[in-house]
Nanobody, 126 residues
Framework: QAQLRESGGGSVQTGGSLRLSCVVS????????MAWFRQAPGKAREGIAA????????YYVASVKGRFSISQDTTKSTLYLQMNNLKPEDTAMYYC???????????????????WGQGTQVTVSS
């Protein structure tokens, strides 16, 4: 099972940008679904972006589409989340996740992923 470690979180003002990184303890093969989730206090963990390494097909939820972009560097075994035009509602703990298969139809559900990082905090102030 892959082990993941996130970094890059921090505090920014509305409209700012951050790039999150997730280092995977093993090679990212062509059958992995990699995803970013976030969880705000008192709310359920939600998937916001995913990438299938076999086809490089990205997936986004409507709330981040056009602002966030997911990508990977297979050589470095690292997943990225570029976040632009950040809003206060983006404030949450952000997690990366991995599933050694194609992205499931319900990729926004955390139960579909077996490997998780420890999380990195993103805070956006007005």
């Amino acid at each position: 099972q892959a082990q993941l470690r996130e970094s890059g979180g921090g505090s920014v003002q509305t409209g700012g940008s951050l790039r999150l990184s997730c280092v995977v303890s093993r090679r990212i093969y062509n059958s992995y679904c990699m995803a970013w989730f976030r969880q705000a206090p008192g709310k359920a963990r939600e998937g916001i972006a995913a990438l299938y390494t076999g086809s490089m097909s990205p997936y986004y939820v409507a709330s981040v589409k056009g602002r966030f972009s997911i990508s990977q560097d297979t050589t470095k075994s690292t997943l990225y989340l570029q976040m632009n035009n950040l809003k206060p509602e983006d404030t949450a703990m952000y997690y990366c996740a991995a599933d050694p298969d194609i992205c499931p139809s319900g990729w926004t559900r955390p139960t579909e992923f077996g490997s998780w990082g420890q999380g990195t905090q993103v805070t956006v102030s007005s």
